[in-house]
């Protein structure tokens, strides 16, 4: 008798690309659905808390990321952007 594997969630993933670093460092930060790379030390910790606030958000809201739309996903990344 086989086992069933359970559906998997659809794949989502959110990328992070900062093109400002003049320093030489090679910063890379990835996490179980989503990768920043490069940037100025400054840019890279923003997207860093960008992303951690959005899967705080959708957390709160009871969603996985590949369950919104990409424009509740654009409202939330914008709101959880450090100003």
Known sequence: MSKKKKPSAPAAGLIGLGLDNADGHKRIT????FAILGGSEETHGRMTETVIKTFEELKTRGKQLHQV???ELAEIVHRSTPR
Do not use: A, C, N
């Not at 990835?30 to 659905?33: K, L, N, R, S, V």
């Open 69 to 71: 739309e990409s424009v």
């Open 30 to 33: 990835t996490g179980e659905q």
